[in-house]
């Protein structure tokens, strides 16, 4: 190979590594929460939330840098809209996945999904033993950059939703040991106040995407 051809090829090379370096994580753009099929609006509340599973990789492929279904995870991003003229707090809800047999998922936290990401599964009834030399220890995959940021930015949540706005956060759930998690299966959000009182709590049914065929694209608020 020429060296002009060379240096074309390592100048592109070296752009394309700078690029995947530096793309960051950006949530789905979320829509009014009464634009999804599975949802719980509350009318008199004002408050309505929905939730939208990327259950299979050719959904989820396009955002995350990670194929979280592979692993057995399943991210919910969960939409919130305030339909009111005050500000509704989220700060401190609770997001429980309901399987079909009534087993109660809570959200993974960082530190599971990382494990599960480099396939070190951790029971949590192990004893303490002395770390092995690195030689015996079994070896994981590397989380990546892209993965990390990718984590800490879902595990970021919003505090509040403002009047007449909507607001989202991903929540990761393990779902590994279930075959169809959304056949049956419910979302349950509690928490969610409003001028100091907690609003009824939301009971999402995430069967509404078994059988769900969009019509319309849903519209931005």
């Given at each position: 190979?020429?060296?002009?051809l060379?240096?074309?090829?390592?100048i592109a090379?070296?752009?394309l590594?700078?690029a995947?370096?530096?793309?960051?994580?950006?949530?789905?753009?979320?829509f009014?929460?009464k634009t999804?099929?599975a949802r719980d609006a509350?009318?008199?509340e004002?408050?309505?939330?929905?939730?939208d599973?990327?259950?299979?990789e050719?959904k989820?492929?396009p955002?995350f840098?990670v194929?979280y279904?592979?692993?057995?995870l399943?991210?919910?991003?969960?939409?919130?809209s305030?339909?009111?003229d005050?500000?509704?707090?989220i700060?401190?809800?609770?997001?429980?996945f309901?399987?079909?047999n009534?087993?109660k998922i809570?959200?993974a936290?960082?530190?599971d999904i990382?494990?599960?990401?480099s396939?070190?599964?951790?029971?949590?009834?192990?004893?303490k033993?002395?770390p092995?030399p690195?030689?015996?220890?079994?070896?994981t995959?590397?989380?990546?950059e892209a993965?990390?940021?990718?984590?800490?930015?879902?595990?970021?949540?919003?505090?509040?939703v403002e009047p007449?706005?909507?607001q989202s956060?991903?929540y990761?759930?393990?779902v590994d040991?279930?075959?169809?998690?959304l056949?049956?299966?419910?979302?349950?959000?509690?928490?969610?106040?409003?001028?100091?009182q907690e609003?009824?709590?939301?009971?999402i049914p995430?069967?509404?995407?078994?059988?769900?065929?969009?019509?319309n694209p849903?519209?931005?608020?």
């Open positions: 190979m020429h060296r002009p060379r240096i074309v090829g390592m090379l070296l752009t590594a700078l995947a370096k530096t793309r960051e994580f950006s949530l789905p753009r979320a009014h929460a999804y099929p509350h009318d008199d004002k408050f309505t939330v929905a939730a599973p990327y259950d299979v050719d989820e492929a955002i840098a194929n279904t592979k692993e057995g399943l991210p919910i991003q969960v939409i919130f305030n339909d009111s005050a500000p509704a707090s700060s401190k809800i609770s997001v429980t309901i399987t079909r009534r087993v809570s959200p936290e960082p530190e990382y494990r599960r990401i396939k070190q599964i951790k029971r949590g009834d192990e004893p033993m002395t092995l690195p030689i015996f220890r079994k070896k995959r590397p989380i990546s993965a990390q940021e990718e984590v800490e930015t879902m595990n970021a949540k919003p505090k509040a007449k706005s909507t956060a991903i990761i759930f393990d040991n279930l075959d169809h998690p056949a049956g299966a419910k979302l349950v959000v509690t928490g969610v106040r409003r001028d100091a609003l009824f709590y939301f009971e995430m069967e509404k995407y078994l059988t769900y065929q969009p019509e849903p519209q931005p608020q």
